[in-house]
């Protein structure tokens, strides 16, 4: 079974990680820019930090047969350096348009203070110009409310919901945004946000419509596995696997598949054109290395 | 009766992208020349949804056309996106070189690998090249083959722009990341002895490890052959596979080097079909990359 992992912030994870997504079926995945846990101080870094979600990370990830797609956007912490945060609004018009680009994200509230409502606006007018979808995070403190204002300054901008996923949802706060006819995301991640027995749990109360499940593996304690353990452990409870390839596959497809730059072709059989500039004679770091090695013969020798 | 580039990109596209395609084109083009980097940055990014991604289809002539046009020039590996980009990059004004260089560096530093790859082949069509050293030598740094290749294959800006340290590390490079020499504008005219240098340790470090040694290295190693490279090349000459041998031939022949002659009088055969041109360069490289 094929999985598509719709969050997760790769920049961050090793090359082992890779080859582990790649053996248990992750055929793509979504990196939306985000925050590095340290704040950025220039918009140099901004520029940088964009450039590898559409360039060397999409390479690097290629290398191990997985497709790479991102989003841009100034994330919601960072909005609060106004002074910043107008240079990042220069500078997106630069990074929407570019092919692996499938929404605008992930932005949204983390205190809910002016500086970031007002970003979030802008983004979302952004979002509507270039006809890409959203991607909302929402705050961990204040969830239910900052889930809500989110979704109620979505529909004042007259954006329809099937454009948008709210993401790191909840048994809180998934009915309401279910109701309310957007994407409706949950992330599986250890200790805090949601784990996959309750996610199982989740998908037997509310069925597969509409439900995404992704990893936001990140720089913190987190799996980038979750998505496919996730999947599995539904099959094994009961699920039907109609449910789990909704959910672990074809609802982020649809979802991210409106930018237009989101095509189950680009992974199942890859224009020539990609094949050429992304896989043919590259490898990741050093000439002369095979980009995948499956099982060395002996793995106490160094060649 | 020749064309320009711009004529010549034109024609092809014309030729090959779709009514809506070419009228979205010609509308960014005028935009683009009012030299406001917004419309130019949009447009290069938008352009592969509008104008699509087919390769170039050229005629023998297009090629020569194009080599015509501006020598050095190959776009037999283009495509019709990168054709379309670089038709926009043509159409921002280039009066004021600081300005114009700014906006196009912009797009260096923001470009994804497809686009980088268009942007490395559009500067040898772009005015103010001399400005572009830099970038080529940075370039070169790049961990992407396919992006490398963009600046080393089929590019006549590396032979005309490169100092001689960035053009000898573009040669380096290629043979450690896998990538034929034989594309590289300007491989022979340009040899050097520092270049040599370093490919006939590279060559004989490689031996020692029991590596392969990527044939092409010894057609630009054997003009400044020393003891060490002569001694390397005879054991390959003795030991090595046809397409090894081969390329030690060709290499020998080259040089006027009474020493190579008695290489060559290991094998004969090997050594007739070099000196009488059965065997090239480039045949030897489609061999040692098959594509
Ligand atoms: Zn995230």
């Not at chain 1, 939306?32 to 704040?39: K, S």
């Not at chain 1, 205190?111 to 006809?131: F, G, H, P, S, W």
């Not at chain 1, 949802?169 to 409706?184: P, S």
């Not at chain 2, 580039?5 to 070419?22: F, K, M, V, Y």
Request: net charge negative.
């Amino acid at each position: 079974m094929k999985f598509i992992d719709p969050h997760i912030h790769v920049t961050s994870r090793t090359t082992d990680d890779y080859e582990a997504m790649a053996a248990a079926g992750v055929a793509a995945i979504i990196e939306p820019a985000f925050w590095l846990g340290q704040p950025r101080t220039n918009i140099g870094s901004f520029q940088d930090y964009f450039s590898s979600l559409v360039g060397f990370e999409k390479f690097r990830a290629a290398q191990f047969g997985i497709r790479h797609y991102c989003t841009i956007g100034l994330n919601s912490k960072e909005a609060n350096n106004e002074a910043l945060a107008e240079q990042v609004m220069e500078l997106m018009p630069l990074f929407l348009a570019k092919e692996n680009v499938v929404a605008v994200g992930e932005i949204g509230f983390d205190d809910m203070t002016a500086a970031e409502e007002k970003y979030l606006r802008i983004q979302l007018e952004m979002a509507k110009e270039v006809n890409l979808p959203i991607l909302i995070h929402t705050p961990h403190r204040n969830k239910k409310q900052g889930t809500y204002r989110s979704m109620d300054i979505i529909e004042e901008h007259e954006i329809p919901p099937h454009m948008v996923v709210i993401d790191h949802n909840n048994e809180e706060t998934c009915e309401e945004v279910l109701r309310r006819g957007y994407w409706t995301a949950f992330t599986i991640y250890p200790k805090t946000k949601m784990g996959n027995e309750r996610m199982v749990e989740v998908v037997k109360k509310y069925g597969a419509e509409r439900i995404i499940i992704d990893s936001s593996a990140d720089w913190g304690v987190s799996d980038p596995l979750a998505v496919p353990k996730t999947g599995n452990l539904m099959l094994e409870r009961g699920i039907p696997q109609e449910h789990v390839e909704l959910t672990c596959y074809k609802n982020a497809l649809a979802a991210y598949g409106q930018s237009g730059q989101f095509e189950e072709s680009d992974w199942l059989s890859p224009e020539p054109i990609d094949q050429r500039s992304l896989f043919e004679g590259n490898s990741v770091l050093r000439g002369g290395q095979t980009p995948r090695v499956d099982k060395p013969e002996d793995d106490r020798i160094i060649q | 009766m020749s064309y320009t580039p711009i004529q010549l990109l034109e024609n092809w596209i014309l030729r090959q992208a779709s009514d809506d395609g070419q009228a979205w084109l010609d509308t960014q083009r005028e935009a683009v020349t009012t030299g406001e980097p917004k419309s130019l940055y949009m447009a290069f990014g938008f352009t592969p949804r509008k104008i699509g991604k087919a390769d170039l289809q050229l005629t023998e002539r297009d090629i020569n056309d194009a080599a015509e046009a501006r020598p050095g020039w190959q776009p037999q590996t283009w495509t019709i996106d990168q054709a379309a980009r670089v038709l926009l990059l043509m159409s921002l004004p280039s009066e004021d070189d600081a300005a114009w260089f700014a906006t196009i560096e912009k797009l260096f530093q923001t470009a994804e690998v497809r686009e980088q790859i268009c942007l490395y082949q559009a500067l040898q069509l772009l005015p103010h090249q001399e400005l572009f050293d830099d970038r080529l030598a940075e370039g070169i740094r790049t961990n992407i083959q396919t992006v490398f290749c963009a600046i080393a294959h089929c590019n006549p800006l590396p032979m005309e722009l490169m100092q001689e340290p960035a053009w000898n590390q573009m040669v380096l490079k290629a043979l450690f990341i896998g990538a034929a020499l034989d594309p590289i504008e300007g491989l022979d005219q340009r040899v050097n002895p520092d270049l040599a240098r370093m490919l006939i340790d590279f060559a004989h470090e490689r031996r020692a490890a029991k590596r392969p040694i990527p044939v092409e290295l010894w057609r630009v190693a054997a003009p400044f052959a020393d003891e060490i490279a002569l001694e390397d090349m005879k054991a390959l000459y003795a030991t090595g596979e046809t397409l090894e041998k081969s390329a030690i031939a060709l290499a020998l022949v080259s040089t006027a080097l009474d020493e190579a002659d008695a290489i060559l009088q290991t094998d004969p055969e090997i050594a007739k079909r070099a000196e009488s041109g059965s065997i090239t360069w480039r045949e030897i490289a489609q061999q040692a990359y098959p594509s």
